[in-house]
C-alpha cells in the first residue's frame, strides 16, 4: 500500500477515533485532524516494520491509539467528548428525524460515559467493525476481556434505551 491508500483508507476513521480521546479537544495541543495527520505520518515512516501476517488495520489502530495516549499523557488532561462522527444520513421524515436524534444522542450520551477503554473498544466494533481479535491486539488485552467488555456495552446500551421507550 502507497501512502495516498494509506491515507485515504485510514484519514477519516483515525479522525473519528482520535475525537473519541477523552480531552482531545480540551488539551489545546491538537485538533483530531492533526492528531489523525501525525498517526499516518508515523505509519509511513515505519512502514517497514508493519508484519503483513498481520491486519494493517490493526497495526494503524494500534499506533494511533499509542500516539493518542502520549499526546493526553504529556497535557495531562482528563475530561473529553463522546465517541461520534458525523456520518452522511438519508433523507427522512421529521417525525422519525427527531426520534433517530433523539436515540443518537441517548447513545452519545451513554458511551460517553463509559470509561474510555470501553468507548474505545465500542469504537473499534461498531464504528471500524473490527473482529474481536483485531480488538485485543489494538487494545492490549484478551479477546475474552473484550468479549466481555462489548457484551455489558451492549447490555447498558439495551437497557438505556428501554428505559427512554425504545426497545
Not at 465500542?122 to 467493525?129: H, I, M, P
Request: aromatic share 10%; hydrophobic share 40%; with cysteine.
Amino acid at each position: 500500500m502507497d501512502f495516498e491508500q494509506i491515507w485515504q483508507r485510514f484519514y477519516a476513521p483515525l479522525v473519528v477515533f482520535c475525537r473519541g480521546f477523552r480531552g482531545v479537544q480540551q488539551s489545546g495541543l491538537l485538533e483530531p485532524e492533526d492528531l489523525a495527520q501525525e498517526v499516518l505520518l508515523k505509519v509511513f515512516n515505519h512502514i517497514e516494520s508493519y508484519d503483513p501476517n498481520y491486519s494493517m488495520t490493526t497495526w494503524v489502530y494500534r499506533i494511533a491509539r499509542n500516539h493518542c495516549i502520549d499526546v493526553l499523557q504529556r497535557a495531562a488532561v482528563v475530561h473529553g467528548r463522546p465517541l461520534r462522527g458525523d456520518e452522511p444520513g438519508r433523507e427522512i421524515g421529521p417525525e422519525l428525524a427527531a426520534e433517530r436524534n433523539e436515540q443518537e444522542e441517548l447513545i452519545d450520551r451513554y458511551l460517553a460515559g463509559l470509561p474510555e477503554t470501553d468507548r474505545q473498544i465500542a469504537f473499534f466494533r461498531f464504528s471500524e467493525d473490527l473482529k474481536l481479535r483485531e480488538i485485543a491486539r489494538i487494545m492490549h488485552m484478551p479477546s475474552g476481556t473484550v468479549k466481555y467488555r462489548l457484551h455489558r456495552i451492549r447490555a447498558g446500551l439495551q437497557n438505556g434505551l428501554k428505559e427512554a421507550g425504545y426497545a
